[in-house]
């Protein structure tokens, strides 16, 4: 399949489930995929490259080979910039959905409106912004915080007050402390430190291939690093790992405790993905058994 990028989880269908019951005994699981509008992350002018005509046909030709309904868009949207809790509840930022370089013509209750009526989600929790450093998407939410259960979430974390990530975390760990997901439950936030800064070398720079289209990468450059960004795979916690030995285990640590019907799988090396943006969550996405 041709695509102009690597990001799954912002190109690919979003995959819904519905749940039937077709016996006293028996629940029939119905999959579909909804297949969101795409500009790059801002489109030409403040975009990561300026050519998406690949990308837009991604999720139709998964749908159409896994012969599953398709649920159309036009609202710009991308799989990083959501998460659920299976229960209701939708994860998401202001600083991404909010953006003027998505979709400028639609207010804040229209775009929930719309989470709403297409993810089945009865509440929207709303993060002012996302990972400090993650330009790229303007704060995707799967860089800042996500769900481990319903009613418990993973937020990014720092306890250095000169790091500008603190502010971010502070102020996302506020919201959630006096919301409630959508069956009335107050939230148990786990926070899960993020690496220490890393920064973009002047060999890493040197061995991105640009072509002239695509956003820049500069050396010195902070790369938006988080433990948060990783993947639930059957039995799995698959999640990145940054060289940074002390959050590294502590990371492993933390994501043990929080799932621990789950082995966690360490991505060695997860700093070449960063250079690219995103990480392991960023290139993968789930596929309900039907």
């Not at 799989?79 to 509840?89: F, K, L, N, W, Y």
Request: proline residues 5%; hydrophobic residues 35%; glycine residues 8%.
């Amino acid at each position: 399949m041709s695509m102009n990028d690597s990001w799954f989880r912002d190109i690919g269908p979003t995959f819904v489930v519905r749940k039937s019951e077709v016996n006293s005994d028996n629940t029939e699981h119905k999959v579909a995929g909804i297949d969101w509008n795409f500009n790059s992350w801002g489109g030409v002018d403040d975009g990561c490259y300026t050519d998406w005509t690949l990308d837009l046909f991604v999720a139709r030709k998964i749908l159409g080979n896994e012969r599953l309904p398709r649920f159309p868009h036009t609202m710009i949207l991308e799989g990083g910039s959501i998460h659920v809790d299976g229960e209701g509840t939708c994860l998401t930022t202001e600083e991404c959905l909010l953006n003027e370089n998505r979709n400028p013509n639609m207010s804040k209750e229209q775009i929930e409106d719309e989470l709403k009526a297409y993810l089945g989600v009865k509440k929207v929790i709303w993060l002012p912004r996302g990972l400090y450093g993650d330009d790229d998407t303007n704060g995707h939410i799967d860089n800042m915080c996500c769900f481990a259960k319903p009613g418990v979430v993973l937020l990014s974390w720092t306890d250095d007050e000169t790091d500008p990530q603190y502010e971010r975390s502070m102020e996302a760990f506020s919201v959630l402390s006096n919301e409630r997901n959508a069956c009335g439950r107050k939230l148990e936030i786990i926070k899960l430190h993020v690496p220490g800064p890393l920064f973009m070398t002047n060999e890493e720079a040197a061995g991105v291939a640009q072509d002239g289209e695509a956003k820049p990468r500069l050396p010195g450059t902070r790369l938006a690093a988080s433990y948060v960004n990783f993947y639930i795979a059957n039995g799995a916690i698959i999640t990145p790992q940054f060289g940074d030995q002390k959050w590294d285990d502590e990371a492993v640590r933390v994501l043990s405790r929080a799932f621990p019907n789950y082995q966690v799988v360490r991505i060695e090396g997860a700093r070449e993905i960063v250079l690219g943006g995103g990480n392991i969550h960023c290139i993968t996405q789930q596929h309900p058994a039907a």
